[in-house]
């Protein structure tokens, strides 16, 4: 795969946000059937590079060349017309058409379609890729969950048969089934020429998908390497410009009491739930997507009705209303979705950093602004959170970096019992040892800490004991000594309770 033809070369692109220096002369060639993974920390510049390879912004300097022929772009129009397709992370979805007329809006023409036709066509399309398994044509777009919007937004681009398209991270709302559906899905475009980009945080997936790896570190080109002629320890050194220790591994502190309790705990979405978490203790959840995690510690943090069974803190029964009441009771929750349920955009890092604490604290007590300034300073230096200052709006930040201010802003309620559901989602692998080593830090100092997570190695490096899920109940109790991939896995994908 050495002398592909190059479908699409970007060469010393520059890109600032005022003070911001997004880009610094950086580099990227997709060849046609090949695979380019980016990769870099967050914040390093990969999403701005994809935004100014789809129209979205237009670079300060540089050049692109789509067929070895100079283009430039005025608006994501030109770059479709020209062959170019950029994945959004987060698709806008029409709420009240169905998933057929989503996929083809804005490829209509004027006069329209009937319906009929069009659900034909969606549902071939679907077919064609192996996607109609998980989504229906006909479904309303207000009816389809992250992973569906994510694959609406994929058909939208493969229906228009373009000559490159690039994928942002597309693996981080896709489940199991959807993630395989998505890779050979890749391969299939790989096979019919189209020049591939890829950018993720999963290190496993770039050595299973890339041909080429293209690094950036703090807005600037690090080098291109190809997959045979590089290793994980590399990548994480062009990337972070430091060696990492590859896997985290926790010292247990002996646990203190019992701090939540839940005994045959059940509502819509999960049934007769009775676990038990200790002070000092880091609990994991492990579990398949739709096996009801979330779902758990939503149930928990007072944000879904508990049905039947008790929930207790500290031995007490409690019924927690909303999660005003659980944050009162010192539960702390960060949910999977943080910019929808937990970020305000429009807001600094500073406000959204003290928030937790402001409302965690009483009312009359008064947080000075310097308080929440060296508060959020300290996070932003500890997590490495990449923003010019802690005034800077983080609808503004990187994705990966808002989620370490969502992390952030539970971390600093200093909660007696913390509920963290996927925290290194999107995080870069840098960052992550970070937030491991917070997490055990809590746990030292008692609190009591529930992990959610799919990727198994960070369940199994960071849980004193986990509990694996299926089908919204526990299928098994594991402590880590023999917690494997393979004995959570079994229990992750137990059919007994299906039925
Ligand atoms: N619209 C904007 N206004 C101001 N700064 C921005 C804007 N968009 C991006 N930035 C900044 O540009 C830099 C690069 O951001 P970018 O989103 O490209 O990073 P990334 O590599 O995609 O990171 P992640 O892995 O977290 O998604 C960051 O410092 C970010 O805060
Ligand atoms: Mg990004």
Known sequence: MTDQAVALRAQAITKSFGPVRALRGVELELRAGEVT??????GAGKST???ILGGDYQPDGGELSIGGEAVSFSGPADARDAGLRVIAQEPEIVPWVSVAENIYIGALGAGGFRRSRLERTATEELRRWGFDRVIDARTLGADLSPAQRQIVEIMRAVIARPKVICFDEPTSSLGDEEVTLLFALIRQLQEEGVAIGYVSHRMGEIFQLADRITVLRDGAYVGTKTVDETDHDELVRMMVGRDLTQFFHREPA???????ELDGVSNEFVQDISLSVRAGEVVGIAGLVGAGRSELMKTIAGDLPVDGGAIRVDGKARRFRSPRDSIRAGIGF?????KAEALLLERSVRDNAALAVLRSLSRWIFVKD??????AQGYVDSLRI????????VGRLSGGNQQKVVLARWLATAPRMLLLDEPTRGIDVGAKAEIYAIIDRLAHEGVAVIVVSSELPEVLGVSDRIYVMAHGRITGELPRAEATEESILALAMDEEVAA
């Open 37 to 42: 993974a980016l990769m870099g920390e967050n």
């Open 49 to 51: 590079l994809l935004k």
């Open 254 to 260: 002996a646990p203190g009491g019992v701090v939540l």
């Open 334 to 338: 960060a949910p999977e979705e943080r």
């Open 370 to 375: 310097s308080a929440e300034t060296a508060l």
């Open 386 to 393: 990449r923003t010019p200052s802690t005034e800077q709006l």
